[in-house]
């Protein structure tokens, strides 16, 4: 077998290395650009009371809205119904961590863990007590989508619908019957959630944690260390934290966050965070503050749905963005809604014409499908430049020897079309700041200006 798969791996290897005599490969090139390169706001740009009172209210939705209001709306929540189950149940498609397709018994098993007759049978409110991830299906197993396929397997794993930052209000909806998964409604999405990763929040404990004031770490690395516990927690860029003003120390806050008790009840913590790592109420959308936030975002590895704690395309822009109390949906298409939308006709000079004169640097995302893109200036070429946290960048060959072949030896990361092309990825893997013509003069490779289709300015003008 191993011989057999060495031959293979040859085979492969001769037809792609196939070229002219004299004929050189070139590498390719990705060009990042650094902090500087960024087209900052010369002032202080004012976000509007309105908009982070609406911030505020989004995120305490599920506490401030009644039970049953929010089940009577279930169905327009983003996120999959419980009965998505049943739909999962009879589905072959999905693959596991092995790259094979996910047995009958085993979804059975998932299934047969949640009594549906019982919906909705807890009824309470919570709170995220530690980082936790929001699942389509009450499983840490993932589901893949076809490995052979470019851009699918992992890390996209189907099942991760987003991550949720600790101090995350939720309303616990319905728990399975081993007593280990919550289905729950928070701000962004609906979803299966550990119970071990949150906690029942009840009205004293809620009247303890509500406050005038309310900060957001400009890192992931603002570390909550109570003297009265062992539990500490790295905050993250995008958390909500209850904060009150230290008299005796004037260059420190008071901030909240939360345990559990043995009865899973949520109890409250403190700990004492220097007022230079938390965007406070006078917090400015400028220049300064924005370097500071781009500076501890570039560079993080990808996370799809939040995956390690990392972030997607989506949730990295809307972490950047609720830093200044500005409300974004978590999906990608959904944050094309918000604000002023402009649609692209073809031709790539147009684009970057529309992109250039409507287009505000840090309040404008970019919009391909499936990925979407923060506008942050022009280069010193006059190409508009793009943050984003980005899987990577298309790639189309057209060796029909390598096509025919696939078709007995799939290869991960590499598929034919229906036309008989054949795509993959260039892997970049991290959130970058580039060109929208990145990738640009590589052969084969598609640069995100080709794809992309709409763009919206965040505040309307």
Same mark, same amino acid.
């Given at each position: ?36 390169? !960024? ?58 961590? %092995? ?7 085993? #979804? ?12 909705? %049978? ?13 699942? #389509? ?29 600790? %101090?995350?209000? /939720?309303?616990?909806?319905? +728990? ?34 509500? =406050? ?7 890192? *992931? ?19 909500? $934290? ?18 559990? *008790? ?33 500076? %501890? ?25 609720? +830093?200044?109390?500005?409300? /974004? ?10 604000? #002023? #939308?402009? *649609? ?42 793009? /943050?984003?946290?980005?899987?990577? $960048?298309? =790639?189309?060959?057209?060796? +029909?020897? !390598?096509?025919?072949?696939?078709? +007995? ?7 034919? *079309? ?9 892997? &970049?893997?991290?959130?970058? &700041? ?22 919206? =300015?965040?505040?309307?003008?």
């Amino acid at each position: 077998m191993r011989i057999a798969s060495m031959l293979v791996f040859f085979f492969i290897s001769s037809i792609i290395g196939c070229k002219n005599e004299g004929e050189k490969e070139l590498p390719f090139q990705i060009k990042t650009f650094t902090l500087n390169d !960024l087209d900052y706001p010369m002032d202080t740009i004012e976000i509007p009371k309105s908009r982070q009172k609406e911030f505020m209210m989004n995120f305490f939705l599920p506490w401030n809205q009644s039970a049953q209001v929010l089940l009577d709306s279930l169905e327009t929540l983003p996120g999959k119904d419980p009965s998505y189950l049943k739909e999962y149940l009879i589905d072959d498609g999905w693959y596991g961590e %092995n790259k094979k397709p996910h047995k009958k018994w085993q #979804r059975q098993e998932i299934v047969d863990n949640v009594d549906f007759t019982s919906f909705p %049978n807890f009824l309470k409110k919570g709170i995220v007590i530690a980082h936790t991830n929001l699942r #389509r299906v009450p499983t840490h197993r993932p589901g893949f989508d076809t490995y052979s396929k470019a851009g699918e397997g992992y890390p996209f794993d189907y099942f991760q619908e987003t991550g949720l930052w600790a %101090n995350t209000p /939720l309303l616990l909806v319905h +728990t399975t019957d081993d007593k280990q998964w919550c289905y729950v409604i928070s701000p962004y999405y609906k979803g299966w959630v550990a119970l071990r990763d949150v906690a029942i929040a009840n009205e004293d404990f809620i009247t303890k944690w509500s =406050t005038e004031n309310y900060g957001m770490p400009l890192s *992931d690395k603002v570390n909550l260390q109570s003297p009265v516990s062992n539990y500490a927690l790295n905050a993250k860029m995008g958390m909500v $934290l209850p904060y009150e003003e230290m008299i005796t120390k004037p260059n420190k806050v008071l901030v909240n966050y939360v345990s559990a *008790d043995e009865n899973q009840n949520a109890h409250l913590l403190t700990a004492e965070v220097e007022k230079s790592e938390i965007a406070l109420g006078n917090f400015k959308f400028s220049g300064n503050t924005l370097k500071h936030l781009v500076s %501890n975002l570039i560079g993080r590895p990808y996370g799809w749905g939040g995956h390690l704690e990392n972030r997607d395309c989506s949730s990295m822009i809307r972490d950047l963005l609720g +830093t200044y109390k500005l409300w /974004l949906p978590r999906d990608s298409g959904d944050q094309m809604a918000i604000g #002023r #939308r402009y *649609d692209f006709l073809d031709g790539t000079e147009e684009k970057i014409k529309l992109i250039k004169e409507k287009g505000i640097p840090f309040l404008t995302i970019l919009r391909k499908k499936g990925h979407n893109m923060l506008y942050v200036g022009n280069s010193p070429r006059g190409e508009p430049l793009i /943050l984003h946290a980005i899987w990577g $960048l298309k =790639t189309s060959y057209a060796d +029909t020897q !390598l096509a025919d072949l696939l078709d +007995t030896y799939p290869i991960e990361g590499i598929h034919k *079309d229906e036309n008989g092309t054949l795509y993959g990825r260039h892997i &970049i893997g991290e959130a970058v &700041i580039t060109t929208v013509t990145v990738g640009e003069g590589n052969r084969d490779i598609t640069s995100p200006l080709d794809e992309i289709y709409a763009m919206t =300015t965040i505040l309307k003008d």
